[in-house]
Every structure is written in C-alpha cells, then in structure tokens.
C-alpha cells in the first residue's frame, strides 16, 4: 500500500534489525489484526466516501459553472478522492489474502494510491490559499473570469497534479510482491545500500508535504479569513459566526484526522534512523497504530464532500434541484431553472453595506466553501 512497508509491518526485526538482535519478532497478531480491522474500515470508507464524491463530480459537472479557483480545486479533489477510493478493494483483499495481481498491478495500485492522497492534501492547501485571495481582492471587485484567468486555473491544477505524481514517482520504483509469511504482499522492497536511508527520507518528504505544509498554509489563511469576518461591518451577526465555524470545522477535521498519523510516521521515521524500538510488543503496536491512524486520515475522504461542497449554501440547492431535475425527466417535460452564483466568499465594504437594506437575502460575511 502506499504508506504501509509491509517488509516494517511484519518483519521489523528480521530486515531493519537483523544485524543487531539475535531474535525475530514473530508479528501474526499484527498481520491478523489487519486482516479483520482493515476490511471493514476500507468498505465504510469506500461507501460513504465514493457516494459524497459521485454527487460533487455529478453537481459540478452538470449544474454548476467552474466561476472561481475553489471550484475548480473543489472538482479535483473529488476526482482525487474518488480514485484513492478505488485502491481500498485492492488493500482489503491485500491484508486478508494477500496481493493475487502481480506485481504490475501492485505498482500501478501503489502509485495511484500514494498520488492522490497527497493531491487531496495540496487541493485543501490551494483552497485556503484561494479563498484568503478572495477576501484580500474584494475591495477591488471580482474581476471577470477570462481565458487567461482559466489558464491560470488550469495551471494550478496541472501543477498540483505533477507534483503529487513526482512524490509518488517512488511506488513506481520500489513497489514490488514479495514472499514472505507464507504470503504473497505488494510491499516497497529498495537495495540494501540504501534501504534505511530511503525509508527515512520519503517518509519524512511525505510528513512535509502531506501534513505540514497543507496545514501551515491553511491556519494561516483562514486565520486572516477568520479575523476578517470577525471584523466585517454589518450582516447578521448569526451568519457571520456560522462562517467562522466553518472555518474552524475545516481545520479541526484535518487535524483530527491526519495529526495521529501524521505522529505515528515521525515515530516510525526516527525508529528508521536511530534504531529507537528494540522491545517486540512495542514494534507490534507502533505497526497496529499505523494501520489505525492511516484508516483514520483516510476518512478525510469521506469528509471533503462534507466541509467543502455540502455545508456551502449555494452547492445545497443544486443538490436539491439535480434530484427534481432527475425527477422531471422521468416524467414528461424537464423544467430548466436558472443558474445560481457558485461557491465563493462575499465580504461588502461599508458603503456597500449602507446602500443595502439588512434583508435575509442579503449577507456581508458569508463564507461558502
């Protein structure tokens, strides 16, 4: 699987520490531990996240106009997820049976799997970017949306894309099926010249990239975000304080998800380089807390539809009018409504907010992811 070294998950002291322990940690509890917990964790996932996503794709594709970065972002991260998703079936019949496909399949597997976790985790990074540009360009009014303004979207994106793919580059190379426990498993399997210096290195590159950097990015934006929404004039003050929870769901939803795994990975980084676990129990639960804390992150599959297309105040009425619309064409004349403004931010300036009346159709703080 992309994160788990089945060769550390079952044989930490017959290859890591070979050379230094006279003894073999015998992990079959860890290996049948998996073989119940990960199924089960993989099919809820599967279900729930691949429902959430298909609704996205489906809205977005069809009701929906790509009108700000966010969106474009919003698309990709479903694809994103949608495509991670369809790993899980492979990684469950992984760890009950073992891996049946070869090891072209395991390679391609792996890769996809590493590929889109990490562009999931550089999309959110990208929204929080584009919605602190959105606020920080109001008061200049939104400019139109050009050719080269969707160039430029498209770029972004292009750029995402390519680097998560480079991260992944790795799963491509190493990934292979290897015998061992009376099993077949798709595991990363590097020279021995430099097996100990390549694990610690991705590992430590996938803790910057996946967590660090989307999470540095994100409390720094929707901080400011948050500060000016806080401090907007005007606008009901019970929509204004909705939108600050939502920016704090976002965050509080990342890091809950991706903070216990991202430890667990420090911890098995710095056990790669100075050899810190020497006790069997305690390598058997570092290997358990790895697969709990990475069904965890994963999660955040499921969640995404959740915090940055379902709780947006204008992607719930598409959701609504696509279930009439399918409605109608199961009868006999299909109504067109009108278009509605996608998802964006809106904070007015004073003066705006003075022309206005303070009607309930009206909001001077909104923030819709």
Known sequence: MGDYFEDDLNETYEEDY???????????????????????????????????????????????????????????????DLLLLFTLPFWAADAVHGWRLGSEACKITSFIYSTNFSCGMLLLACISVDRYRAVAQVTRGRPGISSHVRIQWLLVCVVLWTTASCLSIPELVFSTVKHSHYRMSCTDVYPAHMARAAKAALELLEVILRFLVPFVVMVVCYSWVGFTLSKAAGGRRQRKW????????????????????????????LDIIYMLVTDCDASKSLDRALQVTESLALTHACINPLLYAFMGSSFRPHILKAVKRLGQHLGSHPRHPPEEPTVEIALKNCSQVQSQSDSDDQDTSTFTI
């Open 18 to 80: 070979g050379e230094d322990y006279h003894t073999v940690c015998d992990k079959e509890s860890v290996r049948s531990f998996g073989r119940v917990f990960l199924p089960i964790m993989y099919a809820v996932v599967l279900v729930v996240g691949l429902s959430g996503n298909a609704l996205v794709v489906v809205v977005y594709t069809s009701r929906l106009r790509l009108r700000t970065l966010t969106d474009v972002c919003i698309l990709n991260l479903a694809i994103s």
């Open 242 to 269: 909705r939108a600050l929870r939502v920016l704090l769901a976002v965050v509080a939803v990342f890091l809950l998800t991706q903070l216990p795994y991202t430890v667990v990975k420090l911890c098995r980084t």
